[in-house]
């Protein structure tokens, strides 16, 4: 099996708690969804899946490609993953708050809150630094292409974001009601994500390949 089960026990818990946590990719969609309404909302999130994909299309190819150039690389990939995941899980666990107001909605139609959608998610760099700090910890090239594994981790974590994005985008009026009363309940979620960065890096520096 290219990614085996134990693997996807810890993946998919990981990442369906990152995907619940509110960022900038979810307050689009439920921007876009307040001003527009469902179908605009549903509509972003598919851009944002659309540009996630092309950020995890582009770090597989690079990862694979430099892997196989230089198999020692590895090692670096996954020191810096360490550095990276403890410096978001710091920025979490210090972070005041979520400033949970709409954001980046401009669109009126579902085609247009698409297309600002898949532009907001490819020309943000975060995006494509996280992938590369998140997904080569489960990739294990020994056993087979580190492009397919890094490629169907991609795959499940851009599908569980889209639907809990679209799930917000489609029920954008009763969420921001909702999450405007609850500011604390983001502040939980910060915290549960830094508690998860620390045991992903700590998971990533200690595991032996």
Same mark, same amino acid.
């Given at each position: 099996?290219?990614?085996?089960?134990?693997?996807?026990?810890?993946? $998919?818990?990981?990442?369906?708690?990152?995907?619940?946590?509110?960022?900038? =990719?979810?307050?689009?969609?439920?921007?876009?969804?307040?001003?527009?309404?469902?179908?605009?909302? +549903?509509? *972003?999130s598919?851009?944002?899946?659309?540009?996630?994909?092309?950020?995890? /299309?582009? *770090?597989?190819? %690079?990862?694979?490609?430099?892997? *196989?150039?230089?198999?020692?690389a /590895?090692?670096?990939i996954?020191?810096?993953?360490?550095?990276?995941? #403890?410096?978001?899980? $710091?920025?979490?666990l210090?972070?005041?708050?979520?400033?949970?107001?709409?954001? %980046?909605?401009?669109?009126?139609?579902?085609? @247009?809150?698409?297309? &600002?959608? $898949?532009?907001?998610?490819?020309?943000?760099?975060?995006?494509?630094?996280?992938?590369?700090?998140?997904?080569?910890?489960?990739? =294990?090239?020994?056993?087979g292409?580190? /492009?397919?594994?890094?490629?169907?981790?991609?795959?499940?974590?851009?599908?569980?974001?889209?639907l $809990?994005?679209?799930? #917000?985008?489609? /029920?954008?009026?009763? +969420?921001?009601?909702?999450l405007?009363? @609850?500011?604390?309940l983001?502040?939980?979620?910060?915290?549960?994500?830094?508690?998860?960065?620390?045991?992903?890096?700590?998971?990533?520096?200690? &595991?032996?390949?």
């Amino acid at each position: 099996m290219l990614v085996p089960a134990e693997t996807l026990l810890v993946f $998919v818990p990981a990442a369906l708690a990152l995907n619940l946590t509110p960022g900038n =990719d979810m307050l689009f969609c439920l921007g876009q969804g307040m001003r527009a309404g469902p179908r605009a909302g +549903i509509a *972003a999130s598919l851009g944002i899946a659309v540009g996630g994909f092309i950020h995890v /299309f582009a *770090a597989a190819l %690079g990862l694979a490609a430099l892997l *196989a150039a230089h198999p020692g690389a /590895f090692e670096a990939i996954r020191w810096a993953g360490v550095a990276y995941l #403890v410096w978001l899980a $710091v920025q979490a666990l210090r972070a005041p708050g979520l400033a949970l107001a709409p954001a %980046g909605g401009r669109g009126h139609t579902p085609l @247009r809150a698409f297309r &600002e959608a $898949v532009l907001v998610n490819v020309l943000n760099p975060k995006v494509a630094v996280f992938i590369l700090a998140f997904l080569p910890q489960f990739v =294990d090239p020994a056993r087979g292409s580190g /492009f397919l594994q890094f490629l169907l981790l991609g795959t499940v974590f851009n599908v569980g974001g889209t639907l $809990v994005n679209a799930a #917000v985008g489609g /029920f954008a009026g009763r +969420i921001g009601g909702w999450l405007t009363g @609850r500011a604390h309940l983001a502040r939980a979620f910060q915290r549960l994500t830094g508690v998860i960065f620390l045991g992903l890096a700590a998971r990533l520096a200690f &595991e032996r390949r």
